[in-house]
């Protein structure tokens, strides 16, 4: 009986992923839209990368430069 049952599903799950004819129209609105969509979230996916990664390496850069440039300076 569940073998059954888990064969059944199995079916339901492989018929629902197969693809299907789609007759579907999207307007010139909606695909601009899409577009922009996708090219503000490519945007945010490389602001946040450069944000955690570029900045934290620069700000180590900036410290190793005042560092050397304390061990360079003449005491007085």
Not at 37 to 64: C, E, N, S
Request: no cysteine; glycine share 10%; charged share 20%.
């Amino acid at each position: 009986m569940l073998r059954g049952t888990f064969h059944a599903l199995v079916l339901a799950a492989v018929l629902a992923t197969l693809p299907q004819a789609a007759e579907a129209y999207i307007g010139p609105g909606a695909g601009i839209s899409a577009i922009g969509t996708v090219v503000a979230l490519l945007g945010a996916l490389a602001l946040m990368i450069v944000g955690f990664v570029w900045y934290p390496i620069k700000r180590l850069r900036r410290k190793m430069r005042a560092e050397k440039e304390d061990r360079e300076s003449p005491s007085v």
